[in-house]
């Protein structure tokens, strides 16, 4: 039996808080049928100023004990003398290698370019052009000022990422799309390529498309795929690959982003999920943002909760995940999907949508 589902919540900055305690309204016993642990961990720009960012390295310690965190969106200052940006450091801290991200169709919100089926980008989470160092030299603004800026990535990173990528199509019933330019960087990207390569071999169920990355952005255009796409991608590649695809099905606050740890082999040691976008100061305090990402967030820690074997996660993983698309489906949805309803009402509709499942499930009998 595994110890008691324990969660820690990293709170953050702005509209990031104010959907984040939003979200965890569906967490509630009476909401779920669990009872999970909350941990509060303040990392807002304020706490971590005040801490020089010990706040994270507690939160990242917590996350590598319990297996579990659900992050709200963070301000990263621009000094180069600041905190800087907690996701590095939570990333580091858990020894995160990939990063999660699925777009999916979301019901009465039409999709652009025909795309229906799912698209997980599963991106390096460190590495490549972020950590990367980077120097000048010449005249300062002078017309013969070089930047120079050195990157890495490692064989370790690049195996998780292509690991789990199949792993993903496999569970998804779709096929490895897409990939780094190995054509124009054959020592550098081409070792993601290789290690997708590898697993290509040891995975022969899964079709594979390798695609070279501007002719996969211009597929992702073009879309109409005819099954699910899983696209496993370097860091910085990734990133863009993302703020791409979750617009496609109607707004980057549609869908979560995972972060994942895994032990020697694959299996997950620690799953952290956020919302992909940022604080949205302009949406401060006007109870509109769309809370779906956070709120979706909080369904995948459950769904990897299952998976470490605690009992009636994934009932209520599902749950919410059904709940969240059945409401837009209904039509109850905020301005970003065209939409009126605010942020407290879709939440509480949710959680209506959530208690009613969960009650007839078990009035059936059925534990999903």
């Given at each position: 039996m595994p110890d008691p589902l324990k969660i820690a919540i990293l709170e953050g900055d702005e509209t990031g808080q104010e959907l984040l305690e939003q979200a965890i309204r569906v967490l509630a016993?009476?909401?779920?049928?669990?009872?999970?642990?909350?941990?509060?961990?303040?990392?807002?720009?304020?706490?971590?100023?005040?801490?020089s960012n010990g706040v994270v390295t507690e939160a990242a310690q917590a996350m590598r004990d319990c297996g579990f965190g659900i992050k709200a969106a963070t301000i990263t200052p621009e000094g180069k003398d600041d905190v800087g940006s907690p996701n590095r450091l939570l990333r580091e801290g858990i020894d995160g290698k990939v990063i999660v991200r699925t777009g999916r169709r979301i019901p009465g919100v039409t999709p652009i370019g025909g795309t229906y089926h799912p698209i997980s980008v599963v991106r390096m989470a460190v590495g490549d052009a972020y950590g990367a160092k980077e120097s000048r030299e010449g005249e300062e603004g002078g017309p013969d000022e070089v930047a120079f800026r050195v990157e890495k990535i490692s064989r370790s990173?690049?195996?998780?990422?292509?690991?789990?990528?199949?792993?993903?199509?496999?569970?998804?019933g779709g096929q490895v799309f897409g990939g780094p330019k190995?054509?124009?960087?054959?020592?550098y990207e081409g070792m993601l390529k290789e290690e997708m390569d590898k697993a290509a071999a040891a995975y022969t169920d899964v079709e594979y498309r390798p695609?070279?990355?501007?002719?996969?952005?211009?597929?992702?255009?073009?879309g109409s795929s005819e099954a699910p796409l899983v696209i496993?991608?370097?860091?910085?590649?990734?990133?863009?690959?993302?703020?791409?695809?979750?617009?496609?099905?109607?707004?980057i606050a549609g869908a979560e982003s995972v972060l994942l740890a895994f032990d020697d082999e694959?299996?997950?040691?620690?799953?952290?999920?956020?919302?992909?976008?940022?604080?949205?100061?302009?949406?401060?305090?006007?109870?509109?943002?769309?809370?779906m990402a956070m709120i979706l967030s909080c369904a995948a820690v459950l769904h990897y909760a299952a998976t470490a074997g605690h009992d009636g996660a994934e009932r209520a993983s599902r749950a919410i995940y059904e709940s969240v698309l059945e409401a837009t489906a209904a039509g109850v949805k905020t301005p970003d999907l065209g939409g009126h309803h605010g942020t407290t009402e879709f939440t509480s509709e949710v959680i209506t949508r959530i208690k009613n499942k969960i009650e007839v499930w078990s009035s059936l009998g059925t534990t999903v």
């Open positions: 016993p009476d909401v779920i049928g669990l009872e999970p642990v909350l941990v509060n961990y303040d990392l807002s720009l304020e706490n971590r100023r005040a801490t990173v690049c195996r998780a990422v292509s690991e789990y990528a199949f792993r993903q199509a496999r569970k998804m190995w054509t124009v960087s054959p020592v695609m070279l990355i501007d002719a996969t952005y211009a597929a992702l255009i073009r496993p991608a370097l860091n910085r590649d990734g990133d863009c690959l993302s703020d791409l695809v979750m617009p496609m099905f109607g707004s694959y299996k997950t040691s620690a799953a952290m999920a956020e919302a992909p976008h940022g604080t949205a100061p302009t949406l401060m305090g006007k109870d509109v943002a769309n809370p």
